[in-house]
């Protein structure tokens, strides 16, 4: 659909953000304990946070928590019953990074490949994506080398560019429509020079990056085409500490694990995160594990990432840039460090 | 079947038959019609059994759709799971979702000649291909059954396999690893078998099913004896969870075996890289 | 979802994280970016550690067995129950005892302890990560007069030599682990003394390949060159009181290796130098030395006006320390104070108002061994204990067993009497971590059924023997604690009510040092020529906080299935030259006795030494006996 530019005063998103708690769910970052900021449901406008980079814990458990149940089961003596756990409720992410966007983007590909996961859809079908385009590139971010940022240009409900005393706003989807439909009054149409300045701001953002720092493309062809060495995974893998943060944290990583919860004839089916850096994550029952070498397991989140194979199958990559992993890494092996060991064919000089 | 996809159907058990002491074959029925009725399986596709309590495995599907009012998956003992299913009888309820997997290629077996070769608890993946085959006879030129198991014990399907020796639309041979008073039949691994048959490579597939290092000894003498990679086939076994390819428990590189499987044939195995 | 900052409640780093809850019920772990050890990071424990809570076989009512079998009781008829059988058995002067927990809040503890002392009139107080820990504190407390030193995490990573007695770091306390990577990444030196090229074995500048149990001398050899070292260029570190004649003494059969002199020359010349050793399954005496070993050389190496001196104990289990500061030791008072420190108990018995008795208790073992009565709290005795099977047949002996606890442990199903417990996600109080810590627990949800809180659970018990406790919240208890504990009494009041809640332990400046060497032990011989050790001195397989989860226990449960006759692990080229390949069966022999296990091979170890893993330890129990090291005869069975 033709993009919808339009723009609205800071002062009134306020008003904007009141409409939609009126009739959905609204989860932004937010201060929480400690200090830290961290997205969560809000009730009033006022916490909503704008000024920081982006919470590190990643939106995406609210498609997919980390315990999720997908199924009620009960068995008594009329046999057993079975019934999905649906969640239909209508949620607004709101300001969010692009990052964030194209990583649910991702997700909800994934979940859309034949057959779809209905429980995830519903949850996506019902979520509507509002992101804050970025000015200032954040430290740790490599987004411009994924094609995830600092701006979009596509894939998002509505992306808000900060102009100074104004957002303009894209609106790129039915979803985004919907969103500034119940307080059109807040908005106006964006004019030329206001279009002109979120292209310029783009151009700079991207300026700000200086030296790139995750060449993907050549990093792709040598692990597509099997040229890393398994001596190189090897030394790579003590470097890991098998913790499974960047699984866990990473926007686009969505392994999962699917138990049994209760007992005395209820049970919830629950899907949970798992990791593919744990040496269990393949353990079959026999007691045999494919991937029993640490190396091997760190050779295969790469390939899951950064292969050609993927990327055709998936249309990206799975790297959406957000820098998250290089903060949770309990090791050294983050994205970055990675990519750039497997073009070098080296870690740490060897 | 809706994408509810992690949602289970009951089924209930009909039967159970003992196969060897610890491996039983059950026989299944959706509780409800229109499950039974949109359950259209392919041999070599499997299921996500769930023991309430227990969790959910996969197994595969041991009977031919041509007979698709019930199916039948054959079970061994090895954990918390499978003990628990082996304790329950008839009547008792099981949640099913799938099928799940690529399934054997049937119709592009028509036509040809098909060399089954299988070991101990091997036999029940091949088994809903061999009675899809046998129930299908006339679409398919020669029939070969080549089975062995470690005792006459072991043998899965003692009965059916009695009607395989006398079926004439199959040559059926048989071996044990270490014979029993009373075993009357050949003693021997199963490569031994095929100097007792006559082997077509160039219009043959054949099908290998067993523990690893059967299938290891026995692709080898295949591909010696001329067979092409193309034409040799097998199933693969990975931890499996969500049996749709999504949680990536069962990746092979960007292949997945609860859906790219488990059926492959070799050269696609050689493919298969981490 | 609500968002709670917690301490973790595994190992005893002590990172924080925010447990996650949505409508009463728990979802997931997130990292905390602010938490001075975690800084948003986490192990896979850590990561999973709202699994156990969740997933786990909770104790939902307080249970009394009538019959054989425990049924449901009331909160005040059971608690009357046990008081009234504890008084009965103590009026008979039969011996009792409780066990507090290296998993239960310090909160716990010190009422565990004050119900022990003032309410029971017991010293019979332990807990049994206090076993495996205790040699190593010895060890410390001997050289430098203080069991703990304050060593952070931040100090190995802004060290420029570490020195690592290794037990496979990477596993036991991965956090700790990551700092020495950080370090390695700025161009430290790691030192690493150990048996088995482990991880960070492979990353080692200097990997000392030591036989299991002759740590000590590689420990001795390093002192010996370090002192070397700084006498050849005139540094050696004044230290009042040393005996530096006597330790050059001890050291004169030392040897250092050309690469083990290089070492020392780093460690001597390190601006700051850290000194890692935890707990390994192996004699009590010769854990000690060790220890003591380790202690001298921080000492010797410390540059003046540097606190802590470098050495840190990597305690096996969040609360370690903890539980020993209340006092949770037939030995030591809260504050770890002696028994025998007449001044201590004074404290005590004016703080609880009660007379507290002077003669030592027994130690864990013992009490499972001799004592009538039994109150364990949240202990696991037979998966922590080295004399394992052992302790649950002890327990299931015992004339009357009384169990708190949030998950149904072994140690439950022997009870006579089960008091339902909150888990740590599901309460409020506070551990002590390796580096003397003090940080908060909190909760995320309610505990389930009619579990309640453990330290209400125990006051319901002090109450019922000691007329004096009103504590009407955790934070009661605390503030008791900064009483009782002159170490806590500044750490207490510091510990904010918002955010992660983290205080310093303080602690005493190093007095006098008396430096030891450990003694030099030559263990195999020609009709003996292998060493069987046990690897490690936990099986966290074992752990109901790894056991019901169900991400953390697969590859325990794996082992356990495809190993049910026990497990030795050894080298590919040993077991070639013995005829046996992964899985088959040998036999050994020592001087204690003998075992026929089945062996897994394992690339990392060298030859000559066979590893079972530390849950593994009943099979070879006859073997190894109380030593935990012996020298073996293999042959194939």
Redo the contacts between chains.
């Keep these: 659909m033709q993009p919808h530019v339009l723009t609205i005063r800071k002062r009134d998103v306020t008003r904007w953000l009141a409409r939609l708690l009126e009739t959905r769910e609204v989860i932004a970052p937010t201060l929480?304990?400690?200090?830290?900021i961290?997205f969560?449901?809000v009730r009033a406008a006022e916490q909503v946070v704008w000024d920081f980079e982006n919470p590190?814990?990643p939106p995406k458990?609210f498609l997919l928590?980390?315990?999720d149940p997908?199924?009620r089961?009960q068995?008594n003596g009329h046999?057993?019953q079975?019934?999905?756990i649906h969640d239909g409720r209508q949620r607004v992410l709101f300001n969010v990074r692009p990052c964030d966007v194209k990583g649910i983007a991702f997700l909800t590909r994934?979940?859309e490949?034949e057959?779809?996961?209905?429980?995830y859809?519903r949850r996506a079908e019902n979520l509507t994506v509002i992101s804050l385009a970025c000015n200032t590139p954040c430290q740790l971010g490599f987004c411009v080398c994924s094609d995830s940022g600092p701006f979009l240009n596509s894939g998002h409900d509505i992306q808000l560019t900060d102009l100074g005393q104004k957002y303009l706003a894209e609106i790129g989807s039915a979803k985004g429509e919907g969103s500034v439909a119940d307080a059109a009054s807040l908005f106006d149409p964006a004019t030329e020079d206001e279009v002109a300045q979120r292209k310029k701001l783009e151009a700079e953002a991207k300026e700000r990056f200086g030296e790139e720092t995750c060449h993907f493309a050549s990093a792709m062809r040598r692990v597509s085409t099997?040229r890393v060495d398994d001596a190189l995974w090897e030394r790579m893998s003590?470097?890991c500490?098998?913790?499974?943060?960047c699984n866990?944290?990473c926007p686009t990583c969505?392994?999962?694990?699917?138990?049994?919860?209760g007992?005395d004839g209820t049970?919830t089916?629950c899907?949970?995160?798992?990791?593919?850096q744990?040496?269990?994550?393949?353990?079959?029952?026999?007691?045999h594990n494919?991937?029993a070498q640490h190396g091997?397991r760190v050779?295969?989140r790469f390939?899951?990432k950064v292969?050609a194979?993927?990327y055709v199958?998936d249309g990206m990559t799975g790297c959406v840039g957000c820098g998250r992993c290089v903060?949770?890494?309990?090791?050294?092996t983050d994205m970055p460090a990675v990519v750039a060991a497997i073009r070098k064919g080296a870690w740490h000089g060897q | 079947m809706d994408n509810d996809v992690f949602l289970p159907h009951i089924a209930r058990i009909d039967a159970v038959r003992d196969e060897t002491p610890d491996t039983k074959t059950f026989t299944l029925r959706f509780r409800e019609p229109e499950d039974s009725k949109a359950f259209r399986f392919l041999p070599g596709q499997f299921v996500e059994l769930s023991v309430f309590g227990c969790g959910e495995a996969p197994f595969c599907i041991a009977s031919s759709p041509t007979r698709p009012e019930t199916f039948e998956t054959t079970i061994r003992r090895t954990g918390t799971l499978t003990d628990a299913l082996h304790q329950l009888g008839a009547g008792a309820e099981v949640g099913i979702r799938g099928p799940f997997g690529n399934g054997f290629d049937v119709e592009g077996a028509r036509g040809k000649d098909l060399l089954f070769v299988a070991g101990g608890i091997g036999l029940p993946p091949l088994r809903s291909l061999i009675r899809n085959v046998l129930d299908e006879r006339d679409r398919f030129r020669n029939v070969t059954v080549l089975y062995g198991a470690r005792t006459p014990v072991d043998l899965v399907y003692k009965d059916e396999l009695k009607e395989w020796e006398t079926d004439t639309g199959v040559e059926f041979h048989i071996t044990v690893d270490n014979g029993l008073p009373g075993w009357t039949g050949n003693v021997g691994m199963v490569p031994v078998l095929f100097t007792k048959t006559t082997l077509r490579p160039e219009s043959t597939l054949a099908y290998v099913c067993g523990p690893p290092i059967m299938i290891k000894f026995v692709v080898q003498d295949l591909f010696m004896r001329g067979f092409k990679e193309e034409s040799v086939i097998s199933t693969l076994e990975r931890m499996m969870q969500c049996g749709i390819g999504k949680c990536n428990h069962c990746a092979i590189g960007h292949r997945y075996v609860c859906r790219d499987g488990p059926v492959f044939n070799y050269k696609q195995i050689r493919e298969l890289v981490e | 979802m609500l968002s709670v900052p917690t301490t973790c409640p595994f190992c005893a780093c002590g990172c924080g994280f925010f447990l996650l809850g949505k409508e009463g019920d728990l979802v997931g772990v997130a990292p905390g970016e602010s938490h001075p050890v975690a800084a948003g990071k986490l192990c896979a424990r850590g990561w999973n550690a709202h699994e156990a809570p969740l997933w786990g076989k909770r104790v939902l009512q307080p249970m009394v067995r009538r019959d054989g079998a425990l049924k449901a009781e009331s909160w005040t008829a059971a608690l009357d129950y046990v008081a009234s059988r504890m008084r009965d058995l103590i009026g008979a002067g039969k011996p009792v005892g409780v066990l507090g927990s290296a998993r239960a809040t310090n909160e716990e503890n010190y009422l565990a302890g004050r119900l022990a002392r003032a309410g029971l009139q017991t010293n019979s107080i332990d807990f049994s990560h206090h076993a495996p820990c205790r040699p190593l504190m010895a060890g410390v407390e001997d050289v430098t007069g203080e069991p703990f030193h304050s060593t952070r995490l931040t100090d190995i990573e802004t060290s420029e030599s570490i020195v690592l007695v290794e037990g496979d770091l990477a596993r036991t306390h991965p956090r700790a682990a990551a700092s020495v990577l950080k370090a390695l990444g700025k161009g430290a030196r790691l030192i690493v003394i150990g048996c088995a090229r482990t991880q960070m074995a492979r990353l080692a500048s200097c990997f000392v390949e030591t036989l299991p149990g002759s740590e000590g001398d590689a420990i001795n050899g390093l002192l010996a060159a370090v002192l070397r070292t700084q006498e050849q260029e005139g540094r050696q570190a004044a230290i009042p009181g040393a005996g530096y004649d006597a330790l050059r003494r001890d050291l004169e059969a030392a040897s250092a290796s050309d690469e083990m002199r290089g070492a020392a020359g780093w460690i001597a010349a390190a601006e700051q130098a850290v000194f890692l050793i935890g707990p390994s399954g192996g004699r009590a005496e010769r854990l000690r030395s060790d220890a003591a070993s380790m202690a001298t050389l921080a000492a010797i190496s410390r540059r003046p006006g540097r606190p802590g001196g470098g050495l840190l104990l990597l305690l096996g289990r969040s609360n370690v320390r903890g539980a020993c500061e209340m006092g949770a030791a037939p030995d030591r008072l809260p504050g770890y104070e002696r028994i025998d420190n007449a001044e201590a108990l004074q404290r005590m018995q004016q703080l609880w108002g009660k007379p507290v008795p002077a003669d030592r208790g027994l130690d864990a073992q013992s009490m499972l061994e001799s004592v009538s009565g039994l109150i364990v709290l949240a202990d696991d005795p037979a998966a922590v204990l080295p004399m394992g099977q052992r302790a649950r047949a002890a327990l299931e002996r015992m004339d009357f067993l009384v169990v708190l606890d949030a998950y149904v442990t072994p140690a439950v199903n022997a009870a006579h009497a089960v008091l339902p417990i909150a888990s740590l996600a599901e309460t409020r109080g506070t551990f002590t971590n390796m580096e003397g810590r003090l940080q908060r627990v909190r909760a995320a949800t309610v505990p389930p059924g009619e579990a309640r809180d453990g330290w209400k659970v125990l006051a319901g018990l002090c109450a019922r023997f000691d007329a004096r406790c009103e504590w009407s919240s955790a934070t009661d208890v605390l503030r008791e604690i900064g009483e009782a504990a002159p170490r806590y009494s500044k750490a207490v009041p510091q510990v904010p009510d918002d955010g992660w809640g983290s205080s310093l332990v303080e602690e005493a400046e190093w007095a006098s040092l008396a430096l030891r060497a450990s003694p030099k032990e030559a263990l195999t011989s020609p009709e003996r020529p292998y060493v069987l050790a046990l690897d490690g001195a936990s099986d966290w397989g074992s752990d109901p906080l790894v056991a019901f989860s169900p991400t953390l226990s697969r590859e325990y449960q794996s082992e356990r299935k495809l190993f049910p006759n026990g497990l030795v692990e050894m080298n590919g080229a040993d077991a070639d030259a013995l005829g046996v390949r992964s899985g088959w069966k040998v036999k050994l022999s020592s001087a204690q006795g003998g075992a026929v296990v089945p062996i897994r091979l394992r690339k990392d170890l060298q030859r000559g030494v066979l590893l079972a893993p530390y849950g593994f330890r009943d099979w070879v129990a006859g073997v190894l006996g109380e030593d935990g090291v012996a020298a073996v005869n293999v042959e194939r069975a």
Excluded: N
Excluded at chain 1, 115 to 119: I, Q, T, V
């Design positions: 929480g304990p400690c200090g830290e961290v969560s449901e590190l814990p458990q928590p980390q315990t997908i199924v089961i068995v046999g057993a079975v019934e999905p994934m979940h490949m057959p779809a996961d209905a429980s859809l099997r003590d470097w500490l098998e913790c499974g943060a866990f944290i969505y392994c999962f694990s699917v138990k049994d919860r007992g049970w089916r899907r949970t995160w798992d990791s593919c744990y040496a269990a994550f393949t353990l079959e029952a026999s007691g494919p991937r091997e050779k295969r390939f899951h292969s194979q993927y199958r903060k949770v890494c309990l090791g050294t």
